[in-house]
């Protein structure tokens, strides 16, 4: 899968499982940052990660542990779409 | 109460994900109760359950047990065909007891062992009333939401007040189930008790020694007769009644007599009413500890006559799945009825003399009927029957 449809698939997983609403989504860049707290982002919080990640291991049927630190990935929409895109073209 | 149809059937079993797998392990007499993989057992009595086999869908950041429920939760509404608009005004009512405890068990052991400072993540789903938040969450039913815990009966229980729940009109459908994921604390405290057969557990046989555990996950949708008509679904047969009583006798053991037992049966028939006499089968608690097949038989008797009903274990197939006994078994109870097939009791060789009722040994029977009870009793003596009838 491209980054660009991963990107699609994860402004949907917003909307349907973290509740975000629809109109906020369209707004959404790939620099777009995520955790709560860093300048611009969307503010996720420990919850809300531990609910996208459920939610994206599940549409693209790829495992991501935790031994590893996962934080780089999660810093904005660019770092998680090219590592999910990355992880499912192994698949 | 007003009988209730059951429309849809979800089930995740140590036969495999699905109400196929189950209905064919169990009519077949298939034993599921294996070497426990999930948990370390060195030096226990007993290092035998039936857990459910690889491959359960959902990401492994879910509990073991919130995978089992939302599995057999989806399968359960798919089967009914109740569209994503409909579930709006379901009502989702869960039996559980363990909750997310394997996973909080190892985050545990994690921290306090190997010294390690592990994610604390596990600890979202621990509570028993995880289930219902993700299996409600997923699947989009924002109807009234509620979590039964009433120990080896909360399956069961969860049946009987989503009945309640439609009958009364107060909601259009539900979906009721229960869920219990192998433990660590459930396997140990059930040694301790030495309540567990090394060997894979045999109801009602004068040679039995105990439970042997298992895990799982079943739902049923629950609707009105005339809604589940008016739209042609199909109908699996009725939820016709309940009785639910408490032993307010012993904290683990049951009261000897089976007097709460009994008046468990009779009050499901009452409510149902239907006589003694019009009931073919009975899916036992059948537990295959000393007492409890000993005293459930007793209060059989008392209910039925001797010898009057047939009677079999789902248990000597699957084990003791604890708050989804109840509607693994209910489950059995609809399709037994369903397919007019009483499922056996596996294993049994030698029938205890103070049972007293033909138990179906080894291989299914055909025999058809209108009515049949299953019995859920709980630690504590919390005693659930429900009371199904077939479809017309």
């Given at each position: 899968?491209?980054?660009?449809?991963?990107?699609?698939?994860?402004?949907?997983?917003?909307?349907?499982?973290?509740?975000?609403?629809?109109?906020?989504?369209?707004?959404?860049?790939?620099?777009?940052?995520?955790?709560?707290?860093?300048?611009?982002?969307?503010?996720?919080?420990?919850?809300?990660?531990?609910?996208?990640?459920?939610?994206?291991?599940?549409?693209?049927?790829?495992?991501?542990?935790?031994?590893?630190?996962?934080?780089?990935?999660?810093?904005?929409?660019?770092?998680?779409?090219?590592?999910?895109?990355?992880?499912?073209?192994?698949? | 109460?007003?009988?209730?149809?059951?429309?849809?059937?979800?089930?995740?079993?140590?036969?495999?994900?699905?109400?196929?797998?189950?209905?064919?392990?169990?009519s077949?007499?298939?034993?599921?109760?294996?070497?426990?993989?999930?948990?370390?057992?060195?030096?226990?009595?007993?290092?035998?359950?039936?857990?459910?086999?690889?491959?359960?869908?959902?990401?492994?950041?879910?509990?073991?047990?919130?995978?089992?429920?939302?599995?057999?939760?989806?399968?359960?509404?798919?089967?009914?065909?109740?569209?994503?608009?409909?579930?709006?005004?379901?009502?989702?009512?869960?039996?559980?007891?363990?909750?997310?405890?394997?996973?909080?068990?190892?985050?545990?052991?994690?921290?306090?062992?190997?010294?390690?400072?592990?994610?604390?993540?596990?600890?979202?789903?621990?509570?028993?009333?995880?289930?219902?938040?993700?299996?409600?969450?997923?699947?989009?039913?924002?109807?009234?939401?509620?979590?039964?815990?009433?120990?080896?009966?909360?399956?069961?229980?969860?049946?009987?007040?989503?009945?309640?729940?439609?009958?009364?009109?107060?909601?259009?459908?539900?979906?009721?189930?229960?869920?219990?994921?192998?433990?660590?604390?459930?396997?140990?405290?059930?040694?301790?008790?030495?309540?567990?057969?090394?060997?894979?557990?045999?109801?009602?046989?004068?040679?039995?020694?105990?439970?042997?555990?298992?895990?799982?996950?079943?739902?049923?949708?629950?609707?009105?007769?005339?809604?589940?008509?008016?739209?042609?679904?199909?109908?699996?047969?009725?939820?016709?009644?309940?009785?639910?009583?408490?032993?307010?006798?012993?904290?683990?053991?049951?009261?000897?007599?089976?007097?709460?037992?009994?008046?468990?049966?009779?009050?499901?028939?009452?409510?149902?009413?239907?006589?003694?006499?019009?009931?073919?089968?009975?899916?036992?608690?059948?537990?295959?500890?000393?007492?409890?097949?000993?005293?459930?038989?007793?209060?059989?008797?008392?209910?039925?006559?001797?010898?009057?009903?047939?009677?079999?274990?789902?248990?000597?197939?699957?084990?003791?799945?604890?708050?989804?006994?109840?509607?693994?078994?209910?489950?059995?109870?609809?399709?037994t009825?369903?397919n007019e097939l009483v499922?056996?009791?596996?294993?049994?060789?030698?029938?205890?003399?103070?049972?007293?009722?033909?138990?179906v040994?080894?291989a299914a029977r055909e025999v058809a009927?209108?009515?049949?009870?299953?019995?859920?009793?709980?630690?504590?003596?919390?005693?659930?029957?429900?009371?199904?009838?077939?479809?017309?």
């Amino acid at each position: 899968m491209e980054a660009k449809e991963v990107f699609d698939e994860l402004k949907t997983i917003l909307v349907t499982r973290l509740k975000f609403d629809p109109r906020q989504a369209v707004d959404l860049t790939l620099e777009t940052t995520m955790p709560k707290g860093v300048d611009g982002s969307i503010g996720l919080d420990s919850l809300d990660f531990i609910e996208l990640a459920i939610a994206i291991e599940e549409r693209f049927g790829i495992v991501m542990d935790e031994a590893g630190d996962l934080a780089p990935h999660f810093a904005s929409f660019d770092t998680l779409s090219r590592y999910i895109a990355s992880r499912t073209a192994g698949a | 109460m007003k009988s209730v149809a059951v429309t849809g059937l979800g089930v995740v079993s140590p036969f495999g994900t699905g109400v196929k797998a189950f209905w064919e392990g169990i009519s077949s007499g298939s034993c599921a109760i294996r070497p426990i993989t999930l948990i370390d057992t060195e030096g226990f009595r007993c290092r035998i359950a039936a857990e459910v086999p690889a491959g359960i869908a959902g990401s492994g950041r879910r509990s073991r047990a919130d995978r089992m429920a939302l599995a057999a939760a989806r399968e359960a509404l798919d089967d009914a065909g109740i569209a994503r608009a409909e579930r709006a005004d379901a009502a989702l009512i869960v039996g559980a007891v363990g909750g997310g405890m394997l996973e909080t068990e190892a985050w545990y052991w994690q921290r306090t062992r190997a010294g390690a400072a592990p994610m604390p993540r596990a600890l979202t789903s621990c509570f028993p009333s995880s289930h219902a938040d993700v299996v409600g969450s997923a699947l989009g039913l924002g109807g009234p939401r509620e979590t039964i815990v009433t120990a080896c009966s909360s399956g069961a229980g969860s049946l009987a007040l989503a009945a309640d729940l439609v009958a009364d009109g107060v909601v259009p459908l539900a979906i009721a189930g229960g869920v219990d994921a192998l433990t660590r604390i459930c396997f140990m405290g059930f040694n301790a008790l030495k309540l567990l057969d090394p060997v894979p557990c045999r109801p009602f046989d004068r040679e039995r020694r105990g439970m042997s555990l298992g895990e799982g996950a079943a739902f049923v949708v629950l609707e009105d007769p005339q809604r589940a008509k008016s739209r042609r679904a199909r109908i699996y047969g009725e939820l016709a009644g309940y009785g639910m009583t408490g032993d307010a006798f012993h904290v683990t053991a049951p009261h000897p007599e089976g007097e709460g037992m009994a008046r468990a049966m009779r009050a499901a028939l009452e409510q149902g009413g239907v006589a003694p006499a019009a009931v073919g089968y009975v899916n036992a608690h059948g537990t295959a500890t000393l007492q409890n097949d000993r005293i459930e038989a007793r209060a059989m008797r008392a209910v039925f006559g001797e010898g009057r009903v047939l009677v079999s274990s789902t248990k000597s197939m699957i084990g003791h799945t604890m708050a989804a006994a109840g509607a693994l078994e209910a489950v059995a109870t609809v399709l037994t009825l369903l397919n007019e097939l009483v499922p056996p009791t596996a294993r049994l060789e030698n029938l205890d003399p103070e049972i007293g009722f033909d138990c179906v040994p080894h291989a299914a029977r055909e025999v058809a009927f209108e009515h049949a009870i299953s019995n859920s009793f709980g630690f504590g003596g919390q005693n659930v029957t429900l009371l199904f009838r077939r479809a017309a």
